[in-house]
């Protein structure tokens, strides 16, 4: 039972020191997404599982342990990295597994409610109805080891290697099923079928877990809409979705919600009044996005570095200006200007709604009003602001950064224009490995490093279409 004496949640900022977060390291099902159904199961590609988890996650784990759990890695590195041991720290079902409580495994947290027979036997026929699965199966399920049922569940696996119903390979973007905003849980409501064995499991996880149980009247949960089920035909646009990638807490006051291809206007909505009625947040600024796959969620066109830095997209953050004189053929092609997010902010004591001019025009906002800055605000652009960079890699994720504390944030090697950007502005970068090799010598403590891009490896992570923003959870921060 994964146990944490002091657990609290509270999240009033994307910038305070982490202290503790929720997880899912790369399972059997992400090894099991096949070409054909990829774009189904939200992939771009299909991966290479040992190399996602060994090269590339392995090192997340343990730079998240130095942060966040030290005196459970500290000193134990080179053994658990020992070839004997097959690096097997990050797997929750290995011997070796590091079962922190502050590095929060939800495969973990999964397995801890399924001990309890009631609550198995209810997930799953809830997971057996929504995957159609038969009526022996389901009783097999019921009478499976805890622990074996957990791997199931998110894998889709039974017997090693049978598939009895599709994989889950997007729970390892622990964002997306739920954020936390002040003390209170937000449950998310996913836009594609995909997901939606994800935000069931989580629903259980946080209802039932004894680590959520002085929260259980903070969970908010968004409701579809008033007789959904009256729409005619199988029409999509309409549906109340939101998914925690369009959600940032950005002050203790204010949350950024951003419409996107997995958030809806519904969802947004529906997330407004729930946060004012729930008396959570004072404000709440909706960012429209252009709904394309290239942007998904909002965090993957802009996410907080410092009080006063972001990293964005330069060809989302200003809005073009007119041009006065144009060529007549201009009005019958595509209005760039259409590309452009749409920004509104809303405040619970109902005063008249905001309306932004750009997405540097509100994040200047934040840093200077919400957060009190006293130095001006800068921007890191994706790729330097250089084409064809910019996009690029926005693609892999150069604008979806992690911050461990104000100014330390994580990011992929591959997007090499963009960490330019990041020296030209004043930020030191360093490789994982080595990292971790200095605080394990002693060299380098966590608590000495200011303004630094950590460069984390991304051959196989990046086919995800995530970073490490994607790829956490917070549950804890300081506040700033």
Not at 107 to 116: E, G, N, V, Y
Not at 253 to 262: A, M
Not at 297 to 322: C, E, M, P, Y
């Amino acid at each position: 039972m994964i146990q944490n004496t002091d657990f609290k949640l509270s999240v009033t900022s994307e910038i305070g020191r982490l202290r503790s977060l929720l997880i899912h390291s790369p399972d059997s099902g992400l090894g099991k997404v096949v070409p054909s159904k990829a774009q189904d199961w939200l992939f771009e590609d299909i991966v290479h599982l040992d190399t996602m988890r060994a090269g590339e996650y392995d090192y997340y784990v343990k730079l998240l342990m130095y942060f966040l759990d030290e005196q459970k890695i500290k000193g134990k590195l080179n053994a658990i990295d020992a070839p004997e041991n097959n690096r097997r720290f990050y797997k929750p079902d290995d011997p070796d597994f590091h079962a922190s409580g502050k590095v929060v495994e939800m495969q973990s947290l999964l397995a801890d409610i399924l001990k309890d027979d009631k609550i198995r036997v209810k997930l799953v026929a809830a997971v057996c109805a929504i995957e159609s699965c038969d009526y022996r199966l389901q009783q097999r399920l019921c009478d499976t080891d805890a622990i074996e049922l957990a791997k199931i569940l998110i894998s889709g696996t039974m017997d090693h290697d049978k598939m009895i119903f599709a994989p889950i390979p997007n729970l390892i973007f622990s964002r997306d099923i739920g954020i936390i905003i002040n003390q209170h849980v937000l449950i998310n409501k996913p836009a594609k079928k995909a997901r939606t064995r994800e935000t069931l499991l989580a629903r259980y996880i946080f209802f039932n877990h004894p680590l959520f149980k002085a929260y259980t009247d903070n969970i908010i949960e968004i409701p579809e809409t008033v007789q959904y089920f009256l729409r005619p035909g199988e029409d999509q646009s309409e549906r109340t979705t939101l998914e925690g990638g369009d959600v940032m807490v950005v002050s203790t006051d204010h949350v950024i919600i951003g419409c996107s291809e997995r958030t809806s206007p519904s969802g947004a909505n529906e997330a407004i009044k729930l946060l004012f009625g729930h008396k959570v947040v004072k404000k709440v600024t909706i960012v429209k996005i252009p709904h394309k796959r290239d942007y998904m969620h909002i965090d993957t066109i802009f996410t907080q570095v410092k009080r006063n830095v972001w990293v964005l997209l330069g060809s989302l953050a200003i809005t073009k200006a007119a041009v006065k004189e144009i060529e007549p053929i201009a009005w019958f092609v595509d209005n760039k200007l259409k590309d452009q997010p749409e920004i509104i902010q809303f405040y619970a004591d109902k005063q008249q709604p905001h309306r932004f001019k750009s997405l540097e025009e509100l994040l200047n906002d934040i840093s200077q009003n919400d957060l009190h800055s006293t130095e001006p605000t800068k921007f890191i652009y994706s790729g330097n602001n250089t084409f064809p960079f910019d996009a690029r890699e926005q693609w892999t994720d150069s604008c979806n950064l992690l911050a461990l504390k104000e100014g330390v944030v994580l990011g992929y090697d591959r997007n090499d224009k963009t960490v330019e950007a990041f020296k030209q502005n004043g930020f030191s970068t360093i490789k994982v490995a080595d990292l971790l090799q200095q605080l394990e010598n002693n060299e380098l403590n966590t608590e000495d490093i200011k303004d630094t891009l950590i460069l984390m490896p991304s051959s196989e992570l990046s086919r995800a279409r995530g970073g490490f923003h994607c790829m956490s959870m917070p549950l804890l921060r300081d506040e700033i």
